[in-house]
């Protein structure tokens, strides 16, 4: 019964979002009261790193019993995956959890940096990717949610677009935050991002932070490209012990919603 209430919860929350962007469906809910690292969505990937606490459940969650917890440690192979140090969950085996050129979506998700060791000067400024809309056939994702330094970051690296969702995220250790991101898929520069954010301790609302309109969003670097998917949990780029990076890391997510939308 939990998880039903959360799920209306999900649907009645994003209805009404003014007069060009209605939601015409829910295409994944992943809210983990199953208690299960797929949530019992069998295509759904936990982690591809071989580590046995590279992915776990953790109590509470965001609104629920459970949540997803991600771990990686640099240095140890049993967090390398896919030639980085990574752990994330992912939809490309989920055809409502992909994108091809031309779709509308809506993404949603709620994350927690765990007991978050601040970054440092000296240390490696790529930052860690704690959720993406990654692009089919490798390369650069299409966007990304990155703690970097001690801010939270988004970016579109093939747009060379970068914006600061929050400069310091310090004050609020060990506490939710909630993205939502709507995107126009495509394959030309018509597409836009909208990204709102909301810290459920200080914010009732989601707050408007930024609006990219006429941008080709759906920008592979391999040519090839079918289709795109999500991806959440921690990627390391370009981290490593001899830059003196923190060790090991640990994000929670919850919450994870994909959206069909129309734009009128």
């Known amino acids: 019964m939990k ?21 015409k469906k829910t295409l994944v809910y992943v809210n983990y009261e199953s208690g299960k690292l797929d949530d019992g969505i069998p295509s759904l990937e936990a982690t591809a790193a071989n580590a046995s606490d590279a992915a776990f459940m953790v109590s509470p969650g965001r609104n629920g019993m459970y ?11 049993g967090y390398f995956s896919n030639n980085h140090y990574r752990s994330e969950s992912a939809t490309p085996g989920m055809p409502e959890g992909r994108f091809v050129r031309g779709d509308n979506r809506r993404y949603e998700v709620s994350l927690l940096l765990k007991d978050w060791q601040e970054w440092k000067p000296g240390m490696s400024e790529s930052g860690d ?12 994702p299409a966007y990304y949610i990155a703690a970097k330094r001690n801010s939270l970051m988004f970016r579109m690296p093939n747009n060379n677009e970068q914006l600061l969702l929050l400069k310091d995220f310090r004050q609020f250790k060990n506490q939710w935050f909630d993205f939502r991101i709507d995107v126009a898929w495509r394959d030309s520069p018509t597409g836009f991002y909208i990204i709102y954010m909301r810290i459920p301790s200080i914010e009732k609302d989601y707050k408007l ?22 991806k959440w949990g921690l990627y390391r780029a370009d981290q490593s012990l001899e830059k003196g990076d923190i060790p090991t890391r640990i994000i929670y997510h919850d919450d994870i919603c994909i959206l069909d939308i129309d734009i009128s």
């Open 209 to 230: 932070i930024k609006e990219y309109k006429n941008y080709h969003t759906y920008l592979p670097d391999n040519p090839e490209s079918k289709i795109g998917y999500s």
């Open 129 to 140: 990717i704690i959720f993406q809309g990654k692009l089919g056939g490798g390369g650069n």
């Open 3 to 23: 998880r039903f209430i959360i799920f209306i919860f999900c649907i009645l929350f994003v209805i009404d979002l003014g007069d060009t962007i209605t939601v």
């Open 67 to 77: 949540a997803i917890g991600h771990k990686v440690t640099l240095g140890d192979p």
